[in-house]
């Protein structure tokens, strides 16, 4: 087993200590501040050692490579962006600090998330349609590594798709610019030009994202141990649970227990590292 170890700046002093607890055989550079430790073991320490000194750990089998993957499927606000997309569009409403305060709530697995959506759409009733615009255009950041992560898959030839409890506004325009295959997420009613406080359709919560993994394996014919999930909520709990990977981005702390990995310190495109 090999131990992947990355994040902002990984020290020389780090490795070294990493290496003798784990009783690791070799090391392997795996990119700027990403490293491969060969043969590393388990030890009750690690996770503290880590954490400490902002290191992401993950143990990876040694023939686990990305091109043994199939399937990507990720989680958008707070994820692959940097904004929860509702938040910044109640701020046009002067409602920002309530929508937010629901929005962690929901996040961390404290509230419905059919329910937490309900009352926060209905907040926004009455916005003009040019707000979302303004969200996109003026707050919307792409967490970092994004791009690097979306070329990445690409050249392994796994197929993308971008699922989020957000809006098909922001949804639809990034898969255009990212190239994800598919793209799927509430769709916010809009009459006359505003909007009306609610959602067209089904609401995409926790299962409704399950659902597309498994949609999108059954018609590619893919098996689960072939797809990468990753998000950073409790509506994203099931389907990092259905993938064969399930990564922790960012996560709230509900989410880093369940997954299979965690990123916490480095960008997205340690996914990639993970299995270079």
Do not use: W
């Not at 409403?93 to 929005?103: D, R, W, Y």
């Not at 949804?171 to 030009?193: H, M, P, S």
């Amino acid at each position: 087993m090999n131990l992947v170890v990355q994040g902002p700046k990984v020290e020389t002093r780090a490795l070294k200590d990493l290496a003798t607890m784990t009783g690791s055989e070799g090391l392997g550079r795996l990119g700027n501040n990403a490293f491969r430790l060969i043969g590393a073991q388990p030890h009750p320490d690690l996770e503290t050692y880590c954490e400490t000194h902002q290191l992401d750990f993950a143990f990876v089998p040694d023939n686990r490579q990305l091109k043994n993957f199939r399937l990507f499927v990720t989680d958008m606000d707070s994820t692959l962006i940097s904004i929860e997309c509702i938040d910044e569009i109640a701020d046009m409403q002067g409602l920002k600090a309530e929508v937010a305060a629901i929005t962690e709530a929901a996040m961390r697995g404290e509230l419905d998330f059919r329910e937490s959506l309900t009352r926060r759409v209905a907040l926004l009733k009455g916005l003009p349609e040019e707000a979302l615009a303004q969200v996109f255009h003026e707050r919307l950041r792409l967490n970092p590594g994004a791009e690097t992560l979306m070329a990445g898959l690409k050249q392994a030839g796994l197929v993308t798709v971008l699922v989020s409890g957000g809006f098909t506004y922001f949804t639809e325009r990034l898969q255009k610019q990212l190239g994800f295959d598919y793209a799927v997420a509430n769709q916010l009613e809009i009459r006359k030009g505003k909007l009306t406080g609610r959602v067209k359709g089904e609401v995409i919560d926790g299962e409704a994202k399950r659902h597309t993994l498994r949609l999108v394996c059954e018609h590619h014919g893919f098996p689960r141990e072939s797809v990468i999930a990753a998000g950073d909520g409790a509506n994203d709990l099931p389907m990092l649970a259905e993938a064969g990977i399930g990564i922790a981005y960012h996560a709230k702390p509900v989410v880093r227990k369940q997954a299979t990995h965690a990123i916490s310190h480095a960008g997205l495109d340690g996914i990639l590292k993970l299995f270079a």
